[in-house]
């Protein structure tokens, strides 16, 4: 038990070194903070994260089992009320007198799945969405004004094309609303609307869809898996699912380095901070020791004085590590981060376990004090 003389020692001790005692407050309550914010980070990073990820691409691939089959639409409609999907139906058509390879697609959807797609000129945007527009890839339309040096490539905005199929006659007229860049296939694509492109060639179905999962790589292979039948073959873009799960441990590990790194500065300097304190009261030391108090008597004080000022630093710590973590949060994730109480109590551990090993030399030091010498004065 603690008597009321250690106590009192304990409060004199915490007012007379009050500037000292506030760097030690100081250090181990960012030590808390920053501890308290990463990990809450952590626990939550897997989520946050995912969901971020998820806006960079579709993850997942579907296609017919057979080759040379098409997804039906009766299979393509059951896919798209249980995921967000992408369909991808490829055909040769006729357009300005010459083959053309289009692409037939849901424009909403494809904007989804390619979220870097970008519209130099016109728009690819909800208001230009509907089944008279046609979008082309921007090698495609240099290609098309290539013989005119006086035709520019926003000229063509605004303008109609006719899609015909010389195999069933059928035609259709559609106007131009913009021309994209994406920087991959789409690039040299004529981009039509699923339903005006299936009726002009016949093809009442699709190549494959692309999906957006959440989850990790695991989680996507098993909804592959899930998928797949007879009729469906799926399996994860790995290049997509892989990449997130290396892109969410080298986060935690760089916020694990850098929570580790935090906690040795505060203890550098709790070490350093607790050496002056004890050196600047030598004497009173060497006068307790004299006066019959026992070296288990300074270890009492001292360590009651560390776990005091441990204890109000990590209260204030984990509240304003919360903060912190939101403030994180809502700057790179633009969501809130919710409050872990296991990253509150490893936080807790930790913090402890860095200033017991931070005050154990001084206070060790502390004991082999020359009683006579410094109560001469030497």
């Given at each position: ?298 270890i009492k004080l001292f360590a009651l004085e560390c776990l005091v000022l441990t204890l109000i630093a990590c209260v204030f710590g984990v509240i304003f590590g919360y903060i912190l973590a939101n ?52």
């Amino acid at each position: 038990m603690v008597n009321d003389f250690v106590l009192k020692q304990l409060f004199k001790s915490l007012i007379f070194s009050y500037q000292r005692v506030f760097i030690m407050v100081l250090a181990i309550f960012l030590a808390v903070c920053v501890s308290v914010a990463f990990l809450n980070i952590y626990f939550d990073i897997d989520t946050k994260l995912s969901k971020e990820l998820k806006a960079y691409g579709a993850n997942l691939t579907i296609s017919a089992t057979k080759e040379d089959e098409l997804i039906s639409n009766e299979s393509y409609k059951k896919l798209a009320k249980e995921l967000k999907i992408t369909p991808y139906l490829y055909t040769f058509l006729n357009a300005w007198g010459q083959d053309t390879l289009v692409l037939g697609t849901d424009f909403k959807a494809l904007k989804l799945s390619k979220p870097f797609i970008e519209a130099r000129f016109g728009n690819f945007s909800l208001s230009s969405f509907d089944q008279n527009s046609a979008f082309l890839g921007i090698d495609l339309a240099a290609r098309l004004i290539s013989g005119n040096k006086q035709a520019k490539l926003e000229d063509l905005i605004g303008s109609e094309l006719e899609l015909f199929n010389p195999l069933n006659s059928k035609s259709i007229k559609l106007k131009i609303k913009g021309i994209i860049h994406s920087s991959d296939e789409l690039d040299s694509l004529l981009i039509a609307d699923l339903a005006v492109v299936q009726n002009l060639s016949g093809y009442f179905g699709i190549h494959y869809a692309q999906a957006l999962v959440d989850g990790d790589f695991k989680q996507v292979s098993e909804k592959a898996l899930q998928l797949s039948n007879d009729e469906l073959f799926a399996k994860p873009i790995s290049s997509v699912s892989l990449s997130e799960g290396l892109v969410l441990d080298k986060l935690k590990a760089l916020m694990f380095l850098i929570v580790l790194v935090v906690l040795i500065i505060a203890s550098t300097s709790v070490n350093t901070t607790l050496s002056s304190i004890i050196f600047s009261r030598k004497k009173e030391i060497a006068l307790h020791l004299a006066l019959g108090g026992s070296k288990k008597d300074i270890i009492k004080l001292f360590a009651l004085e560390c776990l005091v000022l441990t204890l109000i630093a990590c209260v204030f710590g984990v509240i304003f590590g919360y903060i912190l973590a939101n403030i994180f949060g809502y700057l790179i994730f633009n969501a809130s981060i919710d409050f872990r109480f296991k990253a509150a109590f490893f936080a807790l551990c930790i913090a402890f376990v860095f200033v017991f090993f931070a005050a154990y030399f001084p206070i060790k030091k502390a004991l082999k004090i020359n009683i006579c010498e410094n109560l001469k004065g030497e």
